[in-house]
T-cell receptor, first 114, second 113 residues
Framework: DTAVSQTPKYLVTQMGNDKSIKCEQN?????MYWYKQDSKKFLKIMFS???????INETVPNRFSPKSPDKAHLNLHINSLELGDSAVYFC?????????????FGPGTRLTVL | KQEVTQIPAALSVPEGENLVLNCSFT??????LQWFRQDPGKGLTSLLL?????REQTSGRLNASLDKSSGRSTLYIAASQPGDSATYLC????????????FGKGTLLTVNP
């Protein structure tokens, strides 16, 4: 009955590799997000999709590419991984309007780049 | 550019104390403000959401207030328990920001038995 799920929970990889993180929500929400939490625990938005359409794209390197095959899924693909990409990545979802726009977060994916 | 500041960065209290966590933001043109809780190694759990037209929200032992004109919000926790130990994050959504939340760096709360 998990609301927002992410896989994998941990990801350890070498510099230069390409990796993907998957996110799924079963809340019926129309908006999904990717956040990055750095080593200092600071949480910052990366992308947001509403009904499969990109609506937020912060100043993220183009090595990061989100993909939304449908409203319930938002995957994050990262090319040519760098040491500075090591962080915890959180997926979230929300349903806009009528005061119901609380964001619900997944458990996070801890990415370590060696 | 919206900036969100949380004070104190860390707080340690004995069990049973009432406590207040503070959040301030630089741009008062907000749509809503959310308080989250983050346990170590876990995701964020939404505690309270206050719309810009509201002054406060309550859930159990938690009460959050919002003063847009001064750019401040407080989270009041009554009768604290060891299980309240976590990092508390404040996040602000600006009007017309296309759903973007700007987070503070959080307050690490430790409630000692």
């Amino acid at each position: 009955d998990t609301a927002v799920s992410q896989t994998p929970k941990y990801l350890v990889t070498q510099m230069g590799n390409d990796k993907s993180i998957k996110c799924e929500q079963n809340l019926g929400h129309d908006t999904m997000y990717w956040y990055k939490q750095d080593s200092k625990k600071f949480l910052k938005i990366m992308f947001s999709y509403n009904n499969k359409e990109l609506i937020i794209n912060e100043t993220v390197p183009n090595r990061f590419s989100p993909k939304s095959p449908d409203k319930a899924h938002l995957n994050l693909h990262i090319n040519s991984l760098e040491l500075g990409d090591s962080a915890v990545y959180f997926c979230a979802s929300s349903q806009e309007g009528q005061g119901r726009d609380t964001q619900y977060f997944g458990p996070g994916t801890r990415l370590t780049v060696l | 550019k919206q900036e969100v500041t949380q004070i104190p960065a860390a707080l340690s209290v004995p069990e049973g104390e009432n406590l207040v966590l503070n959040c301030s933001f630089t741009d008062s043109a907000i749509y809503n403000l959310q308080w989250f809780r983050q346990d170590p190694g876990k995701g964020l759990t939404s505690l309270l959401l206050i719309q810009s037209s509201q002054r406060e929200q309550t859930s159990g032992r938690l009460n959050a207030s919002l003063d847009k004109s001064s750019g401040r919000s407080t989270l009041y926790i009554a009768a604290s328990q060891p299980g309240d130990s976590a990092t508390y994050l404040c996040a602000v959504r600006r009007r017309g920001s296309n759903y973007k939340l700007t987070f503070g760096k959080g307050t690490l709360l430790t409630v000692n038995p």
